[in-house]
């Protein structure tokens, strides 16, 4: 069978962002996807057309190289930038992996560390980074969609959150609403973001990652737990264990699909050793 051959223009990968912009896609979004049409490129020999031959060597290459989650996430934006730029037929099937029982514990935040965490933060002084915290931690909201607690948000116990070009309610339990509406008169804060630098600016990843980091020391967590997005996989772990119930859970993370929120709620290897314990099968 002849093999299909393309070019690629000078061009292409500007064209790509736009579109990846007018699609709405979220800043970190466009920056991975750019950054594995890139590393595609870079596999090619200079000047080389694009067939389906070359992108399954570079399949081939990395499943050599990288974890399967990995390399399938980096074939997905490839193949979503073959099928913008109308070459479908060079798209490559992603790895097939069998869904995981359980997590590894040593990457999941427990709720006593959780709660050291907070403590490490008050015991610091550091109220925005306590009230941060619990904010994620009881709404399960992204990192990224922190923007929306803002003080017009606490003063209604509602925060209309935007994210992939859905808007969805977001309720703040009475007894968050209260440490904010507080946190906020204590700062002058009476509209817009309340989670802000000195300068009023909303805090960003790396502001919030780097401040988490500091309180592992003094919580006795270990550094490789300690990220914002942690907070939100044990939201959703908890509200799981107590109502069981995967599509209101994922209504509440913003997911398209209950597949996505399986994945937060998966047990660690702990716990389900003792959840076969439990069953009592060894005579």
Wanted: aromatic fraction near 8%; glycine fraction near 6%; charge should be positive.
């Amino acid at each position: 069978m002849q093999c299909t051959q393309h070019s690629l223009s000078g061009g292409m990968l500007t064209e790509y962002e736009s579109h990846l912009w007018e699609r709405e896609c979220r800043p970190a979004t466009v920056e991975k996807y750019l950054r594995d049409v890139k590393h595609f490129l870079e596999f090619l020999p200079w000047g080389k057309e694009v067939t389906k031959q070359d992108v399954l060597a570079y399949k081939q290459a990395l499943s050599a190289r990288y974890a399967p989650a990995s390399t399938n996430s980096m074939l997905t934006a490839l193949n979503d930038f073959l099928d913008w730029v109308g070459w479908s037929e060079c798209r490559v099937k992603l790895l097939k992996i069998q869904r995981s029982l359980f997590c590894s514990g040593n990457r999941e935040l427990t709720r006593a560390e959780y709660n050291r965490l907070v403590s490490a933060a008050r015991h610091k002084g550091n109220a925005r980074l306590d009230l941060l915290m619990q904010t994620i931690c009881s709404t399960g909201i992204r990192i990224g969609e922190l923007r929306f607690i803002t003080a017009e948000a606490v003063n209604s116990g509602v925060a209309e959150v935007c994210c992939k070009g859905k808007t969805r309610p977001v309720l703040l339990c009475r007894e968050l609403q209260k440490k904010l509406l507080k946190y906020c008169a204590r700062q002058g804060i009476a509209q817009g973001p309340v989670f802000v630098t000195k300068n009023g600016t909303p805090l960003d990843r790396a502001n919030i990652w780097r401040d988490m980091k500091r309180l592992c020391a003094e919580a006795g967590v270990d550094k490789k737990k300690v990220f914002p997005h942690n907070l939100r996989h044990l939201f959703a772990r908890t509200f799981y264990n107590l109502e069981k119930d995967i599509v209101r859970l994922a209504d509440i993370l913003g997911h398209s699909s209950v597949e996505t929120s399986r994945i937060y709620t998966m047990s660690s290897g702990q716990e389900h050793q003792r959840q076969l314990a439990a069953l009592h099968l060894i005579l």
